[in-house]
């Protein structure tokens, strides 16, 4: 595996959670532990079998394919949506009622998530097929933020084929210094998934795209992201974007999503250069 030296120092564990929407989010990557923290353990669960539907089809309408995907903040109207292609992504194998269950969970974690510590930054992007940007049409309450949404609402939202998070509160990235401060101008991505149906169509490649771009819009000089090594898909549509795996120095205990202790992490990085707006 390839590694860059990007002069993170070592540093001691962060006792930080995994949270990148709310308080849940740390079983982002873990199919084995409780998918939103309100006490329904996934291991308990019965998984899909013969005659058992899914949540996705009683609540997935899905809209006739647009070849348009625009990428955009998430707001209030696409809650649900977002709760669905998470879950669907990263709890594929539980079918209804259980996995309308973890959707519901998923949403009430989002809607009441954490909020981000001062001068941080969070938003949760999403790739939708036949919105529209058109800002006219949107009602905007002023400043209004939910969890990690924005209080917007449009007469054309689109429909959500994939999501990402992106911030700058920096819990899984190692501390500097003997204070052990939060590190800055690194934005970290979580939380990327697409839509079964709509993979392999460059999605997960344009989220990437505007993560950067927001990253860069923040100041920031570099983007992070811990990716299971048993997931190579997702490997190589980092390594793609220009992503490099950084070498952990021998006994440094950097941070990581708290996941299975099965679930190994390459940390992988990319500088952003010539900042830009989109
Ligand atoms: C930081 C994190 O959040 S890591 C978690 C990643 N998320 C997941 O594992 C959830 C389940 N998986 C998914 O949601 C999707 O498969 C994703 C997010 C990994 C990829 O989304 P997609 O929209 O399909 O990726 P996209 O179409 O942009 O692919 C870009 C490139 O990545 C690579 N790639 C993506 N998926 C795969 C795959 N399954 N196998 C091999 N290569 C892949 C390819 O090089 C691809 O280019 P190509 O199609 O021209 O060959």
């Given at each position: 595996m390839q590694a860059i030296n990007l002069g993170l120092t070592l540093s001691s564990s962060s006792s930080s959670s995994y949270t990148s929407l709310g308080p849940s989010s740390s079983r982002s990557f873990n199919p084995n532990t409780s998918a939103l923290g309100h006490g329904v353990s996934l291991r308990s669960l019965p998984k899909s079998g013969p005659g058992v539907c899914k949540a996705s089809q009683v609540f997935g309408l899905f809209p006739t394919v647009s070849p348009g995907i625009t990428v955009r903040e998430a707001r209030i109207e696409d809650c649900w949506e977002?709760?669905?292609?998470?879950?669907?992504?990263f709890f594929p194998q539980y079918s209804f009622p259980l996995d309308f269950v973890v959707r519901i969970d998923r949403l009430v974690a989002m809607l009441s998530g954490l909020s981000v510590p001062n001068g941080c930054r969070r938003i949760c992007l999403v790739a939708v097929i036949g919105g529209s940007e058109n800002e006219t049409l949107l009602i905007r309450p002023e400043d209004f933020k939910l969890g990690g949404f924005d209080g917007k609402v449009s007469l054309n939202k689109g429909y959500v084929a994939g999501i990402l998070t992106v911030d700058t509160v920096a819990d899984f990235l190692p501390r500097k210094g003997p204070m052990r401060q939060r590190r800055t101008g690194i934005a970290y991505v979580s939380n990327v998934a697409v839509r079964e149906q709509f993979r392999r169509k460059g999605i997960a490649k344009k989220l990437i795209l505007k993560a950067e771009a927001e990253a860069r819009n923040w100041g920031?000089?570099?983007?992070?992201?811990?990716?299971?090594?048993?997931?190579p898909g997702a490997t190589k549509l980092?390594?793609?974007q220009g992503f490099k795996s950084i070498k952990v120095p021998e006994g440094a205990n950097w941070p990581e999503p708290k996941t299975s202790p099965d679930i190994k992490y390459s940390f992988m990085m990319k500088l952003l250069k010539n900042p830009t707006s989109i």
């Amino acid at each position: 595996m390839q590694a860059i030296n990007l002069g993170l120092t070592l540093s001691s564990s962060s006792s930080s959670s995994y949270t990148s929407l709310g308080p849940s989010s740390s079983r982002s990557f873990n199919p084995n532990t409780s998918a939103l923290g309100h006490g329904v353990s996934l291991r308990s669960l019965p998984k899909s079998g013969p005659g058992v539907c899914k949540a996705s089809q009683v609540f997935g309408l899905f809209p006739t394919v647009s070849p348009g995907i625009t990428v955009r903040e998430a707001r209030i109207e696409d809650c649900w949506e977002v709760a669905e292609t998470h879950c669907s992504s990263f709890f594929p194998q539980y079918s209804f009622p259980l996995d309308f269950v973890v959707r519901i969970d998923r949403l009430v974690a989002m809607l009441s998530g954490l909020s981000v510590p001062n001068g941080c930054r969070r938003i949760c992007l999403v790739a939708v097929i036949g919105g529209s940007e058109n800002e006219t049409l949107l009602i905007r309450p002023e400043d209004f933020k939910l969890g990690g949404f924005d209080g917007k609402v449009s007469l054309n939202k689109g429909y959500v084929a994939g999501i990402l998070t992106v911030d700058t509160v920096a819990d899984f990235l190692p501390r500097k210094g003997p204070m052990r401060q939060r590190r800055t101008g690194i934005a970290y991505v979580s939380n990327v998934a697409v839509r079964e149906q709509f993979r392999r169509k460059g999605i997960a490649k344009k989220l990437i795209l505007k993560a950067e771009a927001e990253a860069r819009n923040w100041g920031c000089r570099a983007i992070a992201l811990h990716c299971d090594t048993s997931n190579p898909g997702a490997t190589k549509l980092y390594r793609g974007q220009g992503f490099k795996s950084i070498k952990v120095p021998e006994g440094a205990n950097w941070p990581e999503p708290k996941t299975s202790p099965d679930i190994k992490y390459s940390f992988m990085m990319k500088l952003l250069k010539n900042p830009t707006s989109i």
